[in-house]
């Protein structure tokens, strides 16, 4: 069974650095993008980046790049995202999902990680 | 600001049907799969539509997607009050070499 399992729950203060973890299990890491995406309180879905684990290439969305860090660790099948000083407008859950693609065609996330709730507050 | 547009909510009564419609453009919707995404308050989003008009193994076949040009569709048949949740559409945007989500859809069933 392919799965994705994120870290638990963080409470930070603004300034704060913080990492997020999402482990797979049950496919080849390497070989699948892993992306992440952000809702907000009371808000939808947002896609903030991808990375390749093979060769950690990544594409951000202009939204996110230079905020957040995405890395992967494929000797244990972790994929990471990292903030280097959170603000309160971090506060969200984040969502990992494998990415399936197909070239030139386009792609979708199956599954979904269960989420991790970041909430940054003084 | 998404560059996909989805109506803010729908609703109908049991065993009925809705639709919901996902807009986009030539960049994005017009040359790139849909896919469709149901999320349930505390759960983890799950993938009802991919390429379009495919259903993962798992997911009742009273879901259903098309595409017209830059325009997609969700059909939900027979619903069920379970089936009260939001629902996204997602591409990949050429334009943009990134992926877009639509600002979602909540069902309500009456």
């Known amino acids: 069974e392919v799965q994705l399992v994120q870290s638990g729950a963080e409470l930070k203060k603004p300034g704060e650095s913080l990492t997020i973890s999402c482990k797979a299990s049950?496919?080849?890491?390497?070989?699948?993008?892993i992306g992440w995406v952000r809702q907000m309180p009371g808000k939808g879905l947002e896609w903030m980046g991808i990375?390749?684990?093979?060769?950690?290439?990544?594409r951000y969305s202009p939204s996110f790049r230079g905020h957040v860090t995405m890395t992967a660790d494929t000797s244990i099948s972790t994929a990471y995202l990292q903030w280097s000083s959170l603000k309160a407008s971090d506060t969200a859950m984040y969502y990992c999902a494998r990415r399936v693609a197909v070239l030139g065609r386009g792609d979708w996330f199956d599954p979904w990680g269960q989420g991790t709730l970041v909430t940054v507050s003084s | 600001q998404s560059v996909l547009t989805q109506p803010p909510s729908v609703s109908a009564a049991p065993g009925q049907k809705v639709t919901i419609s996902c807009s986009g453009g030539s960049s994005n919707i017009g040359r790139n799969y849909v896919s469709w995404y149901q999320h349930l308050p505390g759960t983890a989003p799950r993938l009802l539509i991919y390429e379009d008009n495919k259903r993962p193994s798992g997911i009742p076949d009273r879901f259903s997607g098309s595409k017209s040009g830059t325009s997609a569709t969700l059909g939900i048949t027979g619903l069920q009050t379970g089936d009260e949740a939001d629902y996204y559409c997602g591409t990949w945007d050429s334009g943009l070499n990134g992926g877009v989500f639509g600002p979602g859809t909540k069902v309500a069933v009456l």
């Open positions: 049950g496919y080849s890491f390497t070989t699948y993008w």
């Open positions: 990375i390749y684990p093979g060769d950690s290439d990544t």
